[in-house]
Structures are given as C-alpha cells and as structure tokens.
C-alpha cells in the first residue's frame, strides 16, 4: 500500500487504494480503472469479466493490468486498502456479492456503480444478512449511450458526481477510501441517503430514460409512420439518444427502482394528460405556461451543463475585478432598467387581469428571481427578450402553490415585497434567499404582517427563510414604520390588497413610491397624503404597459465617475428621476459636481431625463439628513466621490446601511482604509477625509478589497480607480450581476480600465 500523503488529495483522509479489482469491465468500470491508472492513483487494476475475450481485450486496450474469468481466483490475493469495484448490471450485483461473502480478506474495501441503491442494499442484506461496514454504495453520475470496454475512456469522471450512499454502520476509514479512489479520478463526491438517491434518480434519469425508449418503440412500431427515422431530424435525435443506451442495464434499473420510477412516471403521465387536454382544447395560456417555465429551467440548465459540472460554476461564480488606474469616462450610455421598478411590475402584472407588457425590464439576477418566483407560482411569463416582458396576469386571486421553496437569490427586495402578497394567498409558502440575504432582518415585514393576522414564521433573530401560512384572513392596520423603508412600506401595502378595510403606513422621511405610483398605473386608488399612502382591500389591478427607465442607482456609478476623472463628460439616457429617488444627485451637486438634466419628461407616471455629468472638483460636505433615503443606495458611489473631494464630508443618520447587502458603512471604509483613504465609521454613518485639495490626481492608492459580495461596493471600487495611482484588485464580484450584468462592459466602453477575471 502506497504511504497515506503522498498524492494530492489524499492527505486529508490519510488512506489510499492499493489494488483495485474491477468486476464487470464495460464503460463505467473500465473508465474507473484507466482514470486511476492515469492518475497513478493504485498499483495494479485487476479486471474481472465473464467472457475470456473481454479480459484479453481489457489487457489489450491497456484498461486493466490483467484479468480472469473468475473472481474467486483472485480474492485470495487481496489485501488491506484494495478496493473492489463491483460494476456489473444492478440484478447482478447480488451473485458477486454471493462470491464475496466467504472468500473476502479482511480490510478490503468493496463498492459499486449499480444506478440504483436500496436493491443493492437489499442484496447485501440477502447475502450477508446486514450491510457489512465494508461495503460503500456508490452511483457515479456519468455514463453515455455507448457500453462495453471499448467505450472506456480515462476522463469519464473529471468533473462529475459521484454520490455515495453509505449507511449508518459502514466504518469511515472505507467510505473514505472511496472518496480517495474518486477524487483522484477527476470527481466530485458527495453523499445522500439511499431513499433519497433513488428518488432522485428515478425523476432525473430513470425516467428520462423510459419515455426516451418508450418513445422510439412508439415510433418504430407505428406502421404509419415507416419513414419516420427517414424525416426525423435535430430534435427527436437529442431527444431520444439514450434510448441507445444498454437494454439489460436499463431492464435492472426499472425492476431494481420499481416504485421510484412508478411515482415519477404517474406524476409525468397526469402532466402530460394535462397538456394533452390544453392542445385538445386549445388552451394557449396552459401550454405557454408550460413551456416558458420548462424553457426558463432549461435555459439554467444549460448554463450549469456549460460550465461542466457545478463545481466549476461555483469557481466561475468567484469573479475578481481588476480596475487599472487613470482614464476618463466619456460617451452616450444607457444604463439597465431600474431594479426596484421591474421587480414591481412582474408583481403587479401578475396579478393584474389582462396581458402586462413590460419594456426596459432589468434583466438582473434580483428582479429575474421575482420572475421566477412567479412562474413558480404558475404565472405565465414571456422574455425576457432585451428587456421585453410579457406577463399574463392571473388576477388577485391567481396564483397557485409553488412547488417548492422560493429561493430569491440575493434580492432582500423580492423577499420582503414578496412576504406582503403571500400573506395574503390562500396557500402555505417559504421564502428562502443567499448567504448575504439569509443573514439580512426580516421582522420589519413579518411583525407588521403578523399585526395584520399573517402567519408569519422566520428563522433565529428574525432572519430568512421566511415561512407563510396562507389562508388568514388580513386586517387592515395603520402602520407608522420605524425606520424609513420602502420595502417595509411596500410589503404593508401588498399585504393591504388582501386586507379587509383601509391599511395605511405613515413613513418617517420620504422613501421611493414605485409601488405607490405602479399601483395607481394598474388602476389601483392609492390613497397618498404627505408622509401617509393607504389603499383599501378587495379591489383589482388592470393589465398596462411599463416602460421602465434606467436605474438611477446605475446611473450613479457613472455620474461619480465623471465627476472625479478629470476631462469626462458623459450623457446617461432615459434615467428615472422620481424625487423620492434623486438624492445622489442633490448630494453630489451640494458637492459641486457639474451635472444638468436635459430633455425631462413623464414616462408611464414617472419623472424620467438625460443626465450630462462633467468633471469637476469637489468639496467635503455635511451630508442633509433628508437626503439619506433618497440616496439609500448609492453612498458606496459618494463615498468615493467624497474621498476625491477637497475637505471632510461626514454623513449621519444612515444606520440602515449597516443591514444593506453587506454593511455597507463597515465594507466601505475597511477598503477605502486600504486604498489609503482616512475614513472613520461611525454608528451611523462615516466621516471621510478627502484628498483632492492636495493638488495630485491619484487620491487612492491600489491595493486589494473586498466587496464582501455586494455588488454596488464592488462597482463603487472599481470607479475609484480612475483616481488611483495602481491597481486595485476588488474581490468576490460575482453579485454585480444581480443589479448591473453589464457594468463592465458600459464602463470599457466609457473608457475605464476594468478586467473582470
Ligand atoms: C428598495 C428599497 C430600499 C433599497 C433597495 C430597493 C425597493 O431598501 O435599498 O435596494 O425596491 O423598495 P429599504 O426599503 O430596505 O431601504
């Protein structure tokens, strides 16, 4: 046996594979035993095949040292840390095991490839009597239609699944054998209980696998259609290429994972019973429905079988922005659809009666999770196509059970908004969200929500996921927030729609009133006096056309940018400028900055202009109060500004920052400390020295930070640079796609220097 630690991935486990036997040498064990052989990963491969001829074409085709007819010929040999891979058909798992069971030599290590887990458990407990400690069940999740030894291949497993099915008594120094054996071949082990891996299996594999054989039979057999296969293109090729798959294998399966496969083959039947019936009666909505959502979850696929496996998603997911120094931003932008407005009006589509369309929808991965979210809740949804969407509305009383959690990602404002409308559907509902979003409050929602008699249940302290029951009956309330929050506001609102009588919030400083004013769009009376919006329960939304202009928070990064880098001049087109929203612009015009809005107008009840931003020098501020809602989102972008400007800008009464994606006060001047910057956080806000009165260009120096994954402090970095004097390098930017999926195309284009790796 090799030492323990001598190869990479084996130290932490401190165990390794000395022999490996290969019973049954076809793809699945003849991949096994060329990847290890490739990887030096055990010091002889034994194959062991019924039929003489495949053992000498095994030793041929070098996938295995040697081979014999007969296992019990080598058993005698093996030895403590030897590994058997049984790979032979599911039913013919239970005879090799009848081999094993008297002739084992103490130590060695047995597993399997078979695709199915409880029949080889029952096996060993037909034989042994209980499942030995030995005995590791394993099922790697790789394979193709080919089969036999000529279709082994050294590079089956890189970057695949394996998943391990150990029970309770099985001893660790095996299980950890395994995932030696696995890991050095290029896979990724993960374990799961029996039950739950034939589950699984039954709907992701074996399933497929039956319609894909039952089909072709249909075909083939249907005198009909003789010259199907002459005409049958692309699709019914992809469709049906499993069905080439090993037919003895394939039989096993379905006897071995019976009554799996049974539950998955009734629930598809009643599905397609269902589509059957919509095309007899030419339901349009129903198969639209059907396909947008199967389109939507096969499209994700898609981009996961892209990346090859989910491991290296999870790498791709670690994106490192580069921002070099200097440059200047220059040009005619237009920046995406506003995130807070396109996640309203997938909600209020929704729910509308009629047929919403959608224009300059934010194709971000916030506002695409309350789409989805929707589609879950059987909402048909078209698009989005270059910002285009097209909701077919359900009315107030629409929407269906989703099937499963809804998992927002890391949108705080589809979680809140959303716990409003879903306390007051008459089905039970989780809310579930990311790392940062799990981590985020939110009783701010549920105890106004539980005032209105909204079951309304959340993890520790307050945090996600949040749990609804449906089917209580709301109250209206008269809520005055306790801190100024248009989510808060917004989801007491949404609520409100189901509530008996008249619900009112009262805000202690103005917030933004997208969903005040998208409300008044879908025909809604909401009632607004000053700090006071109420609107009363029982009425309905009427299906309207949105045009939702740029983010205004977007646009912020490049009119910070402008101003600090000298010689820029930048036009940013079609941004909303809803006063509830247009802090940044007041704060940073107090600051000096030079920016004119040109071309106002009203688009779909909202204030919309060209932003002109030009350089020019700024000074340190105190920041109004007032100010602090209004620019909620954009400080990480001022705080930038401000450390270009000459003097101190201190800015209060902004302790919601600190529950933001991230805290965005600490985040903030933890990087700005880095990037040579003097600024001090305080409980609720931060007081930062500006350099620009020093008469140099560079203020910041390069260095590394970290965005903690929130997406508006990594931009915020990467518009620092073009005042810094080296590289800043910013951290874990992967979230910038959730508000701004093309920021750094928009800023190259402009003229910065930004690498994304
Ligand atoms: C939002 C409200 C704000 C804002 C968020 C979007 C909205 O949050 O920070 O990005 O769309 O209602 P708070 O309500 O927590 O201030």
């Given at each position: 046996m090799a030492v323990a630690g001598?190869?990479?991935?084996q130290e932490a486990f401190g165990v390794d594979v000395g022999r490996l036997v290969v019973v049954g040498i076809g793809l699945i064990g003849g991949s096994l035993a060329l990847g290890l052989k490739a990887a030096s990963g055990c010091r002889e491969v034994i194959g062991v095949a019924r039929r003489a001829q495949t053992c000498e074409q095994a030793v041929a085709l070098g996938v295995v040292d040697r081979a014999v007819t007969d296992l019990g010929e080598i058993l005698p040999e093996l030895e403590v840390g030897d590994v058997i891979f049984v790979a032979v058909p599911t039913l013919a798992v239970e005879a090799v095991f009848t081999q094993l069971k008297d002739s084992l030599p103490a130590g060695v290590t047995v597993t399997d490839g078979a695709s199915v887990k409880g029949s080889v458990v029952a096996a060993a407990k037909n034989v042994w009597g209980q499942v030995p400690d030995f005995l590791v069940p394993g099922h790697p999740i790789a394979g193709s239609e080919q089969s036999g030894v000529t279709a082994a291949r050294d590079d089956l497993y890189i970057a695949h699944r394996i998943i391990l099915t150990p029970l309770e008594n099985t001893a660790a120094v095996h299980v950890q054998r395994i995932h030696t054996m696995w890991e050095a071949v290029g896979a990724e082990v993960l374990t799961m209980p029996v039950v739950e891996h034939d589950d699984v299996l039954a709907a992701t594999s074996h399933l497929p696998h039956v319609i894909a054989f039952g089909l072709v039979d249909t075909l083939a057999h249907d005198a009909e259609n003789e010259n199907i296969f002459r005409y049958a293109a692309g699709g019914f090729r992809d469709f049906t290429r499993i069905a080439s798959s090993d037919p003895v294998m394939w039989r096993d399966i379905m006897l071995a994972n019976r009554d799996a496969i049974l539950k998955a083959i009734d629930l598809y039947t009643s599905n397609l019973e269902s589509l059957r019936s919509a095309i007899a009666s030419g339901d349009s909505e129903h198969l639209m429905g059907v396909f947008t959502r199967a389109k939507a979850a096969r499209d994700h696929f898609t981009k996961m079988l892209a990346k090859k496996a989910y491991t290296e998603i999870m790498e791709a997911k670690e994106v490192t922005f580069v921002a070099r120094p200097g440059g200047a931003v220059n040009g005619d932008l237009r920046v995406p659809g506003d995130k807070s407005m396109s996640h309203r009006s997938i909600m209020l589509g929704s729910l509308a009666e009629g047929v919403t369309e959608v224009e300059g929808?934010?194709?971000g991965e916030d506002a695409l999770a309350t789409l989805q979210a929707f589609r879950d809740m059987g909402v048909v949804i078209e698009g989005p196509v270059n910002g285009r969407v097209t909701i077919h509305g359900v009315g107030m009383h629409g929407l269906q059970a989703p099937p499963g959690p809804l998992y927002v990602g890391n949108s705080g404002t589809s979680m809140r908004l959303l716990a409003g409308l879903l306390a007051g559907q008459a089905f039970d509902s989780v809310l579930t969200g990311d790392e940062s979003l799990s981590k985020r409050p939110m009783n701010r929602v549920a105890n106004p929500l539980r005032e209105m008699g909204a079951a309304v249940e959340t993890a520790e302290?307050?945090?996600?996921?949040v749990k609804i029951n449906g089917g209580q009956s709301l109250r209206a309330i008269d809520y005055t927030l306790p801190m100024a929050s248009a989510q808060v506001k917004s989801c007491v609102l949404l609520a409100g729609l189901y509530a008996e009588g008249d619900t009112r919030t009262t805000e202690p400083a103005p917030t933004r009133d997208h969903t005040e004013r998208m409300l008044a769009g879908f025909g809604y009376d909401v009632n607004r006096d000053g700090p006071r919006a109420s609107v009363r329960g029982g009425g309905k939304l009427t299906a309207c056309h949105i045009d939702v202009p740029a983010d205004i928070s977007s646009a912020t990064f490049f009119m910070v940018a402008a101003s600090i880098a000298p010689g820029s001049d930048v036009l940013l087109r079609h941004v909303g400028i809803n006063p509830t929203r247009d802090g940044a612009i007041n704060i940073l015009r107090a600051m000096g900055a030079d920016i004119t809005l040109e071309n106002r107008r009203e688009v779909g009840g909202e204030p919309v202009a060209d932003i002109r931003v030009r350089y020019a020098p700024l000074k340190g501020i105190q920041i109004p109060e007032d100010q602090v809602p209004l620019a909620i989102d954009e400080f990480p972008a001022i705080f930038v500004a401000a450390s270009c400007a000459e003097g101190e800008t201190v800015l209060t009464g902004a302790e919601e920052l600190r529950v933001k994606e991230s805290d965005r006060i600490q985040a903030m001047a933890d990087g700005l400390k880095i990037l040579g910057i003097n600024a001090e956080p305080t409980p609720d806000g931060i007081v930062i020295q500006g350099k620009g009165g020093n008469g140099e260009v560079a203020v910041f120096g390069g260095g590394e930070v970290d965005s903690l994954g929130d997406h508006r402090i990594a931009m915020s970095f990467a518009v620092a640079a073009l005042r810094a004097s080296a590289d800043i390098r910013i951290l874990h930017c992967a979230n910038v796609a959730t508000s701004f999926p093309n920021f750094a195309e928009l800023a190259q284009g402009a003229g910065m220097d930004l690498e994304v790796r």
């Open positions: 001598e190869r990479n991935g929808f934010l194709e302290d307050g945090r996600p996921p």
